[in-house]
Each structure stands twice: as C-alpha cells, then as structure tokens.
C-alpha cells in the first residue's frame, strides 16, 4: 500500500469491479472530475487510489432502442444538452443539463453519471430523472443491476466512493402531447439554485389528467412531490390551485437545507413557489 | 487487479502544438501541471473550485477548467493555453486584437476563460446575440464586474474574424 495516491485505468468494466472490489474505500473512481478534484484541490477528499473509468466502453454513447433512451454514464452534459435522440424523447432532460453550474467549461467533462452519484442536494439532473421515472445500470463485482433512480437516491451505498459503477441511465420517452418544464430558482444559470422544480403534465380538455412534479435544493436531496399533488388531477387550471400546492409543500420539506442560498424558512416557502411555477410553464407548453 | 495500480502516470499530450510525454504523479492538476512543470503561466489560478474559470484551457478544441481537471485521466489529446492563442512571434489573433482594441479587459486576470468561450462560441456561432454572449460567458468570472466592455469586445471579435475570413 502505498503512502501516495495511486491510479488505475481498467479497460474493461468486469477489470473496474473487481478491482473496486479489491480496494479500501479511499479509493475513488473518476471521469470528468468536476466533482472531486475541488474536494481534492482543499485536502477534503485524499484519494488514496484514482480508478480512472474513461476508458469503459460500456459506460459511452446514447442509443434509443426497444421505446428506450440508454444515456451511458460519461455522457457530458454539454451532449446531453445537444443531442438529437435526447432532445426528441426526453426533452426536458435535455433542458435541464443547459442549467448545470460552472458554465461550458463543466457542461464540456462534467457527466451525467458523475451528476448522480455525487447525490448533491443543488444539481440540476436527478430533478427531472425523478418525475420521468429514469433506472439506471450499477455494475459491481456482484453482478449487474437496473434499479430506479428514487431507489438509487435512498441507497447511500451507490454515492461517491462506492464499490459500484453507474454505467447508463435509462429513460422510457416522453409522450409528445405532454407539457413539461424545469424551473431554477437563481439569478443566472451558472451556478447553485435555490430551489429548483420539474414537472410534467397531460391535459384533456384543458382539465389536469397526470402530474409529476419533483423539488430540488431544498431538501438534502431532490423529492418526487407528485404524490401530495394528486389533488390537482381533474381540475383546469385555476388560481386556487396555487393555495392548495403551498398547503400540501408547507408540510413536505421538514428537513430544509440552510445554507448561503437561503435559510430553511425561505427555501420552505420557495419549494411550493417552484413548484407552480414549473406546473404553469409545463401547462403553457400544451397550450 | 492490484497490478493496475501505478504510482506515477505516463501521458502524451500535445500543448499549443508541441508534443510532450510527461510522466507524472497521479493526483496533479492540468493547472499545477502547465504553470508549475511546464512554465505556461498564462493559466491563472483562481479558485481551485471550478467557479472563476480564469484557468480555462482548450482540450480537443472545448473549453475546459484546468483547476479542476486530473491531469492524469488525459491521455492523448491536444491542449491550446492562452499562450497558443497567438502566433510564434506573439503576434496577437483577431480574437485578441479585438479584446485589446476595445479595451474588453480590465485587469485580465479572466483572460483565459473569456477568451477561449468566445473562441469556442464564435466557432459554432460566428454572430450571436447579446444573450448569447451571456451565456457562453457564464462560466468566468470578471471581478472586476467589466461585463459590459467584455461583451462589447466578443461582438468586435464577432466581426473581425468574420472580416479575417472573408
């Protein structure tokens, strides 16, 4: 065992298991690096192996096969943001990524798997995966599993500096008659929101007939509050419904985030404020 | 699989067109790697937390964070610096000329960053908006607050790489 760190480069995703499987948990596996390397870069994080996946084939390109969209986990954002097949199925994924923070520089080696496994309560992707139902792929040495992305949030197993690698995200497409919208709560888009909100719906007759809505950076980590909304479904959309999201968000976040972006308080009240605004904009796309 | 853990790292990279085979530690930044092992100062350090971008360098033609970029994950691609901007006998591009002409800088310790944004935005869209500009420059800080002179000089550079060209 060496008293630096070390670095790795497996060329194949069975030699990246088996060596995480192999390793203390100092080890840390990277690609972009946009997430750890400031950790790194202020001593909070000392890797003490760097199990570098770029070289994972498996872990590359978007493909739409079989009604789904499969997003290799070193997908960068900037791609997700421009390419073709994400942009027809799943446009508001491909929304989202154009408010990751840190500006063209990470949206070029940030990656959508790094994105999730970093778990951060501010990021702009899990948001939307959350309401379009996304499951994504873990390798391990164990063998390979499909769970789903709310699955994968409550498994603090799979987070940084896991045995397991994230290999693709996978995505049934969106309906064309759907309206959706992802709303970020901050002066500009280049950095941390706020409060940030995404959501989905289907109207018939101008009546609501589903609704998915989840809220980010207010909680430690983003929630699917599609649940609590069910009211909403049957109705057109009207001012009162404003009072009823506020009632049902005033009782959701009892573990609000206070940090520089705002007190719990505040990001309390700017949950259910998101949240119809991102409910409003998505019906406006129908309309 | 222990016998894929290495202590030191190999890699190729070709800097401002130079090749170099560096055999390097493991836990170096591309920022600590350029201004300290190989004397490209033009890379400025600033946050070490990806939030300033006055590191910003190109790899394989798209802007990048050196700060926070682990030099050993990069293996075979090319690296422009600031330095590689203008030509051997450090005459300035028509990008940099316009940034100089209009007085774009303040202090220009942003350079890097929002030079090679506008080289990256001009290339995809040789004549944006003013909210283009915006956008593209989102991810550099000028703390010297001089937004308005730089999106002036991005929209001169608009023109006279237009001008170059034609």
Known sequence: ?287 | MEDLLEDTVLIQLRINGKYHELEISPSVSLLDLLRDELNFKGTHMGCMTGHCGACTVMINGKTAKSCITLASTLSNVDITTIEGLSDEEGNLSPLQESFWNTAGFQCGYCAPGMLFLTKELLEDNPNPTDDEIKTALEGTLCRCTGYQSLIRAVKDAAENISASKS
């Open chain 1, 1 to 287: 065992m060496s008293l630096y760190p070390q670095f790795a480069k497996p060329n194949t995703t069975e030699q990246a298991s088996q060596l995480l499987s192999g390793l203390s948990t100092g080890a840390v596996i990277i690609a972009g690096g946009q997430e750890i390397m400031p950790s790194v870069n202020y001593g909070h994080l000392m890797p003490s192996v760097y199990v570098d996946i770029n070289s994972l084939k498996d872990l590359v390109g978007i493909n739409f096969e079989n009604n789904e969209l499969s997003i290799g986990a070193l997908t960068v954002h900037r791609d997700i943001q421009n390419n073709e097949l994400v942009k027809e199925h799943v446009p508001l994924l491909s929304y989202a990524a154009q408010w990751v923070g840190g500006g063209w520089q990470v949206h070029n080696r940030g990656t959508i798997g790094g994105n999730i496994v970093s778990m951060h309560p501010l990021y702009d992707i899990i948001p939307s995966l959350l309401i379009l139902d996304a499951e994504v792929e873990i390798i391990s040495a164990a063998g390979t599993n499909r769970v789903s992305i709310s699955d994968l949030l409550n498994d603090t197993s799979h987070g940084l500096g896991s045995k397991s690698i994230l290999s693709k995200i996978i995505i049934k497409p969106m309906s064309k008659s759907l309206g959706w919208a992802y709303e970020k709560l901050k002066i500009t888009s280049g950095g941390y929101g706020s409060a940030n909100s995404a959501a989905i719906v289907e109207t018939k007759n101008s009546k609501i007939i589903s609704l998915r809505v989840s809220v980010g950076a207010v909680s430690p980590l983003p929630v699917d509050i599609s649940s609590s909304l069910s009211s909403l479904i049957g109705n057109e959309w009207n001012d009162s419904l404003n009072d009823i999201i506020t009632s049902k968000c005033s009782s959701l976040f009892d573990d609000a985030l206070s940090d520089q972006q705002g007190d719990d308080q505040w990001r309390r009240s700017m949950a259910s404020v998101m949240a119809i605004r991102s409910i409003k904009a998505a019906l406006k796309k129908i309309e």
